[in-house]
Structure formats: C-alpha cells, structure tokens
C-alpha cells in the first residue's frame, strides 16, 4: 500500500510492474490514469497547490478506507503538483486484487474519493488569464454510491 505526492512524472508500466511483482496471488491488476485534459483549446499549464502534510495524510486515509472496505494484496496512488502542460499525467491509482471485481470497486472508489476530497488546489493559466478551477457537482454526487 503507498501514496506518492510528488512533482516528477511516473512511468505506468513501471509501477504496474512493481505492484503486480508484490505477490502472485494476485487475479487483477486495475489501473486509472489521469492526464491534463484542455476542453476549450487553450490551456497553457494547470497548476496545482497543496500543503504536503495535509495532502499526503488525505491520501493515505482514502486509501486506508479502500483497504477495510475490500480485500486488497496492494493499492498505489501517485498524485503530481505543480506546473503541468495538457497531455501530461496528473496522477494514477492502481489497486490489486484476488478478484477483478473488487479490484474495479476499489479503484473507481479511489477515484471518486480523491476527485473530491485530495486537497489540491487547481489553477488554469489559458489565454485569457488565469484562474483557480472550482469543484465539479458530478464529483460530490458520485460519492452518493458510496
């Protein structure tokens, strides 16, 4: 189980490869990546802001409510700051499982989770300026599953 925040990109396949190599009990590998999405065309960088102590502790407590909701053999979420240009990736969660059912509701648990509770703040700097990046309704609304 781990958490990364950190400002370096991460190589997917690598952490894959590095989660599955913890056991060989595992039956499912479930990954999401995020990357810096530019839906009107001109997004220059997304910038994110966060308190390391805070974020890092937000993290590992999704995380841990993941592990006593399910059955996991391993869990990882790297979640990036600072200056990001479109395309680029902004964060993964990879969970892993005996059974590929619980490793789909724990990852897009994760997700839903960290989308609206990781404390990062968001700001976009486009053509027109820059400004900070408000939280989405859908975001709190997927959280009703839970």
Not at 70 to 86: E, F, M, V
Not at 99 to 122: G, Q
Request: aromatic content about 10%; some cysteine; hydrophobic content about 45%.
């Amino acid at each position: 189980m781990a958490v990364r925040v950190q400002c370096e990109d991460f190589d997917l396949g690598f952490e894959m490869a590095v989660l599955r190599a913890e056991s060989t009990n595992i039956g499912a590998l479930v990954s999401f990546s995020g990357l810096v999405r530019d839906d009107m065309g001109d997004l220059q960088t997304l910038e994110l802001e966060h308190y390391p102590s805070m974020t890092t502790k937000a993290l590992a407590e999704i995380e841990a409510e993941a592990c006593r909701r399910w059955n996991l053999n391993a869990t990882l979420i790297i979640h990036r700051y600072g200056s990001l240009k479109p395309g680029e990736q902004i964060m993964m969660v990879a969970v892993a499982s005996r059974h590929r059912k619980v490793a789909f509701e724990a990852a897009d648990f994760l997700m839903d989770f960290l989308k609206s509770r990781a404390p990062f703040w968001k700001k976009e700097t486009g053509i027109g300026g820059a400004e900070w990046v408000d939280a989405k309704e859908d975001d709190e609304a997927f959280l009703k599953r839970w």
